[in-house]
């Protein structure tokens, strides 16, 4: 119907561009109008969806393009749930994901079997269908649990594994059901589904993984262009897995578990994807959720009432007795236990898509579909809320509970002078910066006072600028800094103090020929003006690849200012890109790793080898690869960890480790003056 004629506007919209302009009108006002309710903003968005949509002021249709946008959106859910996951942690949990999944397919699954047959008198293939509807969920309220950065939390990991093996299940039935109804369940038939699916893990879990490592390699750095490739590889992963008889939704939670370890949380393109992700693609799903909700059916009939209660008490008991059952079984907190429920409770894509298949086949009528369009958003609305609610009191747990790196705010500084390691270091610098910290990082350059300074000032403040625009690009604030002084290393030393710097990344110096210049004389002199943590690095691979962090261990070392710190950042690291860590040397060193790793309370895969300080590097170089890291922690001279070993750390290095990735740590520590007394251990 045409109600402005001059305008040419039509209900519902037809025009796209007007389409799009309502849809950012509701995502830009929904959200913080529910805020202000405080309500989750889940909910803001699917109540817009059923107000413009057709069962609402019929603003929208759910036409094809609408519909595109919203199936992008349920792909990007799964896929940053696949994205996020904890890798570690799911190894860790998976015997705990199993249990769950089985929970909380198996509860709701054989309740709802037993009524709908016996109570709602369904036929049983109807019965099968609606109870793999009700035992089925998504994760809607995924995107709470990442807005409250609370997605590495034990139950999260438990709850994203036990949804994978609760939605496998439900879609096996559904294509069981499917082939059943044409007569061709057979032999045949399940060996064809175990080839599909074989192929479909093959190549999402083999192939993919190694082209992604080839592209990122070969463009590190081309954030945009990284960002498509991403997006390609979900949405070919979402294809691969339509030709092997499985959801699309499954093949993209795929391609986040498979380029999970290649994109750190603190990346620009880790960045990119979650702001285009929470911004455009996840709401235009939600809202399309709610255009599916048409609350007039409550009046047609009361067996539409008497169908909607028995499936929504159904639903929600029975993933509440799964989730408790599980926090009885792993000594979960409550708010875990709440956590759990919200996360599964939830029926949106893949309830719709079984009932929607059951419909066109002639399973279950009209009465049935209407009932499970409400159902989804009764659901959803409740897992917002157990959510919110549960993640709020996790997150202010965690935030009171864990341990910091320490009273003072963290403050790194860069030093930058070379183009070619800009990226380098500002990568580096992202990953040990402590994620609670709001301080920004420090790029600097130092210009020595002669007769080109105003030139090389020049020079340096657009190196300077590519570094703001990296670190803006993860979400994170740079703070430039250009100064002349008489000498690089007395600059650094003014600007450590004027700034209260903690801790400074710098980069390798390039010449390896010599021992004496193989660091630089600017950090020799530099290590004499400051006590704090210097972090030298040399990365000829991009830190997402690294597959084992090797760090050598000195004597002592436990027992410096800074060793918690150093711990905390290689840890990170570690965790970010999911690589193992072997530490090498003393067992006393070892016992006060593993002490802060139990009190992080998070799954590090470490090992542990005894070796004498002066044969560390020696037999490293022979199990060292290309893609792996090489830490070592160097202590200054005078200092209780130091070794007279450590004096020859420089050749072994220009000897054996030439082309690989290595950072050297020079921890934080009292300083000792020109003047002290040249003791050794």
């Known amino acids: 119907m045409s109600v402005f004629p001059l305008l040419k506007i039509t209900f519902p919209l037809e025009e796209p561009v007007l389409i799009f302009a309502l849809v950012l009108v509701i995502i830009l006002v929904a959200p913080p109008l529910f805020q202000k309710l405080r309500m989750p903003e889940i909910i803001g968005l699917i109540l817009a969806g059923v107000v413009v949509g057709p069962h609402g002021l019929n ?88 807005s409250l950065g609370i997605s590495r939390n034990r139950v999260v990991n438990v709850g994203i594994g036990g949804t994978i093996i609760t939605d496998t299940i439900a879609l096996l039935i559904l294509a069981v059901i499917a082939e059943s109804t044409q007569g061709e369940i057979n032999l045949m038939f399940w060996v064809q589904f175990v080839l599909y699916f074989s192929v479909f893990v093959f190549i999402v879990n083999w192939v993919f993984p190694r082209l992604s ?123 875990e236990r709440h956590l759990l429920f919200g996360l599964s409770n939830a029926r949106a894509a893949s309830a719709i898509a079984i009932i929607i298949v059951g419909f066109n086949m002639g399973i279950v009528h009209e009465t049935v579909m209407n009932a499970t369009i409400l159902l989804v958003l009764f659901t ?55 994620r609670q910290s709001e301080e920004p990082l420090f790029p600097i350059t130092i210009v020595p006072d002669d007769e080109q300074a105003t030139e090389n000032v020049m020079y340096y403040s657009r190196l300077l600028e590519k570094a703001q625009e990296h670190a803006t690009a993860t979400g994170n604030m740079a703070q430039i800094i250009s100064r002349v002084d008489t000498n690089v290393a007395d600059g650094l030393a003014r600007s450590i103090k004027e700034l209260h710097i903690n801790k400074l990344v710098m980069g390798w110096h390039g010449r ?99 070796i004498e300080c002066g044969q560390i590097l020696e037999t490293i170089s022979g199990q060292i690869r290309t893609n792996d890291l090489l830490v070592v922690v160097k202590a200054r001279r005078n200092t209780l960890s130091y070794h007279k070993e450590l004096k020859h750390v420089p050749q072994k290095l220009a000897q054996y480790f030439q082309n690989n990735n290595i950072v050297v740590i020079y921890p934080e520590q009292e300083i000792v003056y020109r003047d002290a007394l040249d003791v050794q251990v």
């Not at 293939?125 to 609606?130: G, H, K, R, V």
């Not at 262009?225 to 979402?238: D, G, H, K, N, W």
């Open 59 to 146: 603003l929208l249709s759910e036409d094809l393009e609408f519909s595109i946008f919203g199936t992008i959106g349920l792909l990007y859910l799964m896929f940053l749930a696949g994205l996020e996951i904890d890798l570690k942690d799911f190894r860790k949990n998976k015997e705990k994901s199993i249990t769950f999944g089985l929970l909380t397919f198996s509860l709701p699954f054989t309740f709802t079997l037993v009524a709908a047959h016996f109570i709602l008198d369904f036929s049983w293939m109807a019965s099968l269908l609606i109870s793999a509807m009700i035992a089925t969920h998504t994760l809607v309220s995924y995107p709470i649990v990442s």
């Open 213 to 335: 490592r080839w592209f990122f390699r070969n463009y590190d750095g081309q954030s945009s262009l990284e960002y498509v490739f991403v997006l390609t590889v979900v949405f070919i992963s979402a294809v691969v897995a339509e030709f092997a008889h499985i959801e699309p939704i499954i093949g993209a939670f795929f391609a986040g578990l498979a380029l999970n370890r290649l994109i750190p949380h603190n990346s620009p393109l880790m960045n990119r994807i979650m702001f285009i992700g929470h911004t455009l693609f996840i709401p235009f799903f939600l809202i399309s959720v709610g255009m599916l909700v048409d609350f007039s059916i409550l009046f047609q009939s009361h067996e539409i009432l008497w169908v909607i209660g028995i499936l929504l008490a159904l639903a929600v008991i029975s993933k509440y007795l799964a989730a408790y059952l599980t926090q009885k079984f792993f000594h979960y907190t409550v708010a």
């Open 380 to 434: 959803c609305l409740i897992s917002s809320l157990v959510t919110e609610q549960a993640g709020k009191k996790i997150a202010y747990s965690r935030e009171v509970q864990v341990p910091g790196r320490g009273a003072v705010e963290e403050r790194i500084l860069i030093p930058v002078s070379n183009p070619d390691t800009i990226v380098q270091l500002l990568s580096f610098a992202l990953m040990v910066k402590d």
């Open 512 to 610: 390896m020929s010599t021992v004496d210049f193989f660091f630089g004389t600017l950090l020799e002199n530099l290590l004499l003006r400051t006590g704090k943590a210097v972090y030298v690095v040399k990365l000829l691979t991009p830190l997402n690849l690294v597959d084992r962090i090797h760090v050598m261990l000195p004597p002592a070392v436990e027992y410096e200012v800074g060793f918690r710190d150093w711990v905390d950042d290689i840890l990170d690291v570690s965790r970010q890109t999911t690589s193992s860590v072997v530490f090498w040397g003393h067992a006393d060193t070892y016992q006060k790793i593993q002490g802060i790793i139990d009190e992080r309370d998070a799954s590090q895969e470490t090992d542990f080898q005894q």
